[in-house]
């Protein structure tokens, strides 16, 4: 089992920034990948960004390219969702998952999950 815990959620204004994190615990060596989903109101869940554990490749959705950064680190097991120019429709509760493959973009697929952490972003 792998257990994940995130932190760093909040309100902040439109154009500002905020760090997520997510620290791993338990059997991680068995995960691929980990990676960031979110959920607005009313809105299905969706891929945000992920990352290899090994080469450290990362991959984004198109909304969030050039201003989210997701990165690792190994020593920590935790991951960072770096969030800036931050924007009202960023709004969502985030999730960190753990693949044992990597899963893609395909949310279903993941292994593992924390308990999300709320961002909301004002206009």
């Known amino acids: 089992q792998v257990q994940l815990v995130e932190s760093g959620g909040g309100l902040v204004q439109a154009g500002g920034s905020l760090r997520l994190s997510c620290a791993a615990s338990g059997r991680t060596f068995s995960t691929e990948t980990m990676g960031w989903f979110r959920q607005g109101p009313g809105k299905e869940r969706e891929f945000a960004a992920r990352i290899r554990w090994d080469y450290g490749r990362t991959y984004y959705a198109d909304s969030v390219k050039g201003r989210f950064t997701i990165s690792r680190d190994n020593t920590k097991n935790t991951v960072y969702l770096q969030m800036n120019s931050l924007k009202p429709e960023d709004t969502a509760v985030y999730y960190c998952?753990?693949?044992?493959?990597?899963?893609?973009?395909?949310?279903?697929?993941?292994?593992?999950w924390g308990q999300g952490t709320q961002v909301t972003v004002s206009s």
């Open positions: 998952a753990a693949g044992t493959r990597d899963w893609g973009t395909f949310w279903p697929a993941y292994d593992y």
